[in-house]
């Protein structure tokens, strides 16, 4: 069905006779305060400026980033009313001023929220032509394209550092995540081991039935001896950790000299805690991780290389399981579920075009 629409869409754009309207619905943020601070209203169409296009949306997924908006502790953090939603995709059906955005219109797109503006649970999004929006493979639908910028491209990059360094074994805490899952398959196919860390015994068998070989279980009693031996035994010297708080410093604690701690999310909302003594006298670190800031500091080609392989592997070791497609106008219920159960799926919110 979205297919058709998107064909009928580029057919109306080469034919310059597609309405793009007044107004649109769009999911809004009153406070930094959480779900409840969530509503669906009709705002003007933003129109885009110079290097900028809009994009009629197909899809938004809601992810870990996104609930970390909706409470104020994002990297990010504008002066609310605010439209969240930190990635997406559609179709480009007008563009400001300048070349660069006149290369993107009629093209199917992937969006990313470069937190300048508005999100993506709306049924238009102005972005920026400079890294705002990418092309997507004709093999890529727009739900799955809705869901390529920010965990395939961090798993990539976890790769990518992983191999850099020459490291054969990593950590991951929050391991059953749809990142969690993605990082395993990719790991996996480039023959590097992954010490994978849940909280649920639901959850260690999950990753086992998907090929995981060593998963564990922080809840246990004997979690901490266990991660210990399994760093040693696999000569780990990196983790990438989602949690912070407590769990950064069972880490510190587990890997052997000379390793890395990279934090990439802060799903406990708690501070970091580590010993000093780690830090000085066995010249362990940590470190942290923001995809968007990564990807600027890469050249133009760089960036088309990353987002080609990870475009070629989108079907593969880098898909997403989609658990439920949601109208906007349900978007607080929407993020309500997903709060509820994180796993098993992403949740995407779809906008619904009269």
């Known amino acids: 069905m979205v297919g058709l629409q998107v064909d009928q ?15 649109m619905t769009a999911v809004v943020l009153d406070a930094y ?4 601070a969530l509503r669906v209203e009709q705002r003007p169409v933003p129109k885009p400026g110079k290097d900028e296009v809009l994009v009629k949306m197909a899809a938004s997924p809601i992810n870990p980033s996104d609930l970390a908006v909706l409470e104020g502790h994002y990297g990010f953090k504008l002066t609310p009313p605010i439209v969240p939603g930190g990635e997406g995709s559609g179709m480009v059906v007008a563009v400001g001023p300048g070349m660069i955005g006149r290369y993107f219109l009629g093209k199917r797109v992937a969006c990313l929220n470069q937190g300048k503006g508005d999100g993506m649970w709306a049924e238009y999004v102005v972005t920026s032509a400079k890294g705002g929006v990418l092309p997507l493979n004709k093999a890529i639908s727009l739900e799955q394209g809705a869901m390529s910028f920010v965990n395939p491209l961090t798993a990539s990059t976890f790769l990518e550092i992983a191999q850099k360094c020459g490291h054969k074994a990593i950590v991951l805490t929050a391991a059953a995540s749809s990142l969690g899952q993605m990082v395993n ?21 999950f990753l086992k039935e998907q090929g995981a070989s060593v998963v564990l279980n922080s809840s246990k009693a004997n979690f901490e001896e266990q991660l210990r031996d399994l760093c040693h035994q696999h000569d780990s010297h990196l983790a990438f950790d989602a949690v912070a708080g407590k769990m950064t410093g069972q880490l510190l604690t587990a890997l052997p000299e000379h390793s890395k701690v990279i934090i990439y999310s802060a799903l406990s909302r708690e501070a970091v805690e580590a010993s000093p003594s780690q830090i000085i006298f066995e010249d362990k670190a940590i470190d942290g991780f923001w995809l968007g800031p990564y990807i600027s500091k890469k050249n133009l080609l760089q960036i088309l290389r ?3 392989r990870a475009q070629r592997l989108m079907l593969t070791e880098l898909k997403s399981t989609i658990r439920a497609e949601i109208p906007l106008q349900e978007a607080k219920q929407a993020v309500k579920d997903y709060l509820d159960h994180m796993t098993g799926g992403k949740i995407l919110l779809k906008p619904s075009y009269s």
């Open 185 to 205: 398959r990719l790991f996996r196919s480039a023959g590097l081991q992954v010490i994978n860390i849940v909280r649920r015994d639901a959850q260690v068998e």
């Open 9 to 23: 869409i580029a057919q109306e754009l080469t034919r310059g006779q597609l309405p793009i309207p007044e107004k």
């Open 306 to 308: 990353m987002w080609r």
């Open 33 to 36: 305060t959480g779900v409840e």
